[in-house]
């Protein structure tokens, strides 16, 4: 082959995929491999957090140094003090960032929902720079650059959060907030869940604590007889009432996403939801 003929050989070569990577699901909630300025984490995946955040004690082992304090509220009982780290080197899942990060210590709702230690959690900052292919069952993750399947959703801002239209019971379709951070039930905000009549005698079958970031809270449990998410109808789905001032009508987590594949394009307000087989 000649030089001209290799040379038109190489442009025609197309560019190597993307590999899938690793996804562990722990208590139901997805961990990634990053690295933070070249040193290797370990990061809760949280499509929900507004701004990734850092434990205070890996931030000391990354040599990061904290500036300023803000209040912070989390979907838990009680607001925290949380301080901030800037230019901070985020590389994960094929894609590297600059951030400014948050810092706070995560130790209380490591040990209450995960029994480990969470470093990292990494959230909407990864999601708004790359296109992520996401099979939470089948425990991998990739960037992805080609056409994705499944069912194609709009996505909104529900109070710096992601949203797609999910529907109850038959309900008009409402702002359903998509987090991977949430490992636990479906959750209802109260007052959508007044609206509805979720709360009328008879619908409460349990009483459970719950929440996330700021500590635990008891949540009224109800069942809901149907759940429709990208054309899906899922029955007797177990749903907690959130009792939040700021709670979203829905909130989705991976008890009912590992039933897809998902694919966001939050930068294009977005995303795909392929059924598994």
Not at 185 to 209: D, Q, W
Request: proline fraction near 5%.
């Amino acid at each position: 082959m000649n030089r001209l003929a290799l040379l038109i050989a190489a442009i025609a070569l197309p560019a190597a995929p993307a590999q899938a990577e690793p996804l562990e699901l722990v208590n139901n909630r997805p961990f990634v491999s990053a690295t933070v300025n070249g040193q290797r984490i370990t990061a809760l995946l949280d499509s929900a957090a507004e701004m990734t955040l850092i434990d205070d004690d890996a931030a000391v082992r990354l040599g990061l140094v904290p500036t300023g304090a803000a209040t912070a509220h989390g979907s838990g009982a009680q607001a925290m003090e949380a301080r901030f780290a800037e230019h901070v080197a985020v590389e994960a899942i094929g894609t590297s960032v600059e951030l400014r990060t948050g810092i706070l210590d995560l130790g209380e709702v490591s040990a209450r929902l995960l029994g480990r230690p969470v470093e990292m959690l990494l959230g909407r900052d990864l999601f708004d720079n790359a296109r992520l292919r996401i099979d939470f069952a089948g425990g991998t993750i990739e960037r992805f650059e080609g056409e994705p399947r499944g069912v194609r959703l709009p996505v909104t801002d529900h109070r710096g959060t992601p949203a797609i239209p999910a529907a109850i019971e038959g309900h008009e379709p409402v702002q359903t907030v998509l987090d991977t951070g949430n490992g636990s039930e479906v959750l209802v905000g109260r007052a959508y869940a007044e609206r509805i009549g979720l709360l009328a005698p008879g619908r409460i079958i349990a009483r459970s604590e719950g929440g996330g970031l700021g500590g635990s809270r008891a949540r009224d449990i109800v069942l809901l007889s149907q759940l429709t998410v990208a054309g899906r109808t899922f029955t007797n789905v177990r749903a907690a009432i959130d009792p939040g001032a700021t709670a979203s009508d829905l909130n989705i987590g991976t008890s009912i996403l590992r039933h897809f594949i998902l694919t966001t394009d939050f930068a294009g307000h977005q995303v795909w939801l392929e059924p598994r087989s």
